[in-house]
Structures are given as C-alpha cells and as structure tokens.
C-alpha cells in the first residue's frame, strides 16, 4: 500500500487551515501533519516534520510565505514541495513563488478539487498554476518581464496586514521584491541558448506548453503514460529545471509554444 502524501498547512487565519484540513482530510491519500500561523513557523516545521506538500499562504506574520519558501526550498535536505495559495491574483506574487522554487500557485477561490489537485501534483514532483493564470503569467515570465505595478495602496494595504521580509521589518513592495528577483536570477538557458532535444522531446514540451497533462499527452502522441512521464524527466534534466513550470518558460523563451 502506497503511503499517504504528508502535508503541512501554514496559514495565519486558523478558519483557513481548518477548511483546507476538511477538505484533505477526506481523501485518502493523504495525510496532514502538522499547521503552522507564520513563516518562521512553516520553515521550523518544514525542517521537523518533512512533509511531501506545504500548503503556504503569502501574507503572515514575522515571514511572508514566499520568503519562507524561499528558505524551506534552499534547505539541502529539504524533500518538500510547496504549493502557494493566495487570496491574491498578482503577478509579482507568482514571479516571486518561482523564483522562490514553489511548485504550485492556487488561488483561494479554488474549488476543493483543486486543492486536491494541486497537493497530488506537487507530491509527485511536477507543478501546477490556477488556470486563471497559468498562461498569463507563464508569458511575461519568459520575455523576462517585470511584474506590473501593484493598484494603487496594494503595496501598503500589503505591508498593513503583516507582508513582512525579516521578523517584524517590513520588506519593499512586493513588485520591487519581484523586479530584482527576475533581473538577477535566471536559472534557464538563455533566450540564444538552445539545448538539444529529441524529436519526440520537443513535441513533448510543445504539450507540457500548451497545460496538457500526462494523460493528454499520451493519447495525443499514441503513447503510454510511462513513456510520457520518461520523456518529461528527460527534458527536465536535459534543461536543468527542476519542473514543468520552468520547462514551459523555456519553451514560451524559445518560440515553441
């Protein structure tokens, strides 16, 4: 018998983490192991408990989850992958979960199968993004774009509830967090870089480009999903990614999606 995902909640609203609790608690492939209130907590947690998925919320106390992201994922032995949701549909908050090594962003007003969703994915190492800005985003991040400005107060109505950098100091705006992110981190090939794949890997990431998933992929190429699943590893490492994300940014750089 296969062994539950182990997931951690780590929300600063204790209504959030009990409704995400129902909500996973009902599957029976998975298992939550423990909640945390802030960022230093999630990241203390994180190291203790090693859970498959961390469920992160943006804006909490003493650390912002993406900070905490951040950290969790540097951590040489972490094992965990992280799935931001958010109440917010920003841009720069998406630039920043990548660039942080997040393998998910949902928005809070997804529907329970979502979540669901989005834990198994994580737990089985690929990536997901709410669909509502999955393509969106996917495109400025390839060009390089920077992350738009925030509406006018979003960065001080963000610092007001407690978006914090370090314990108790308020970080830059989010989107100048963004802005340096993405000029000073590039972990992919370059737009002039090419790396060589094979004809079936290319179609492959055209797929993976278009938000197909192993299933999709295999039916359209007349393939198991085995196979799929050898042909996405290849590419990742062929690339040096560690997801599916950072594979569609490199296909969108290079004009095959």
Known sequence: MTAPIRVLLVDDHAVMRAGFRMILDAEPDI??????????????????????????????????????????????????????????????????????????????NAGPEQLVEAVRVAAAGDALLAPAVTRRVIERFARGAHAPTPPAGASGAAEASGSTGAAGAPGPAPDARATRALASTDPLPGPGVRVELTERESEVLRLLADARSNAEIAAALYIGEATVKTHVSNVLQKLGVRDRVAAVVYAHRHGLA
């Open 31 to 108: 298992s939550i192991v423990g909640e945390a209130a802030t960022g230093l907590e999630a990241v203390a947690a994180a190291s203790t408990l090693r859970p498959d998925v961390i469920c992160m919320d943006v804006q909490m106390p003493d650390l912002d989850g993406l900070e905490a992201t951040r950290r969790i994922v540097a951590d040489p032995a972490a094992c965990s992958a992280v799935v931001i949701v958010t109440t917010f549909d920003r841009d720069d908050y998406l630039f920043q979960a990548l660039d942080a090594g997040a393998s998910g962003f949902l928005l809070k």
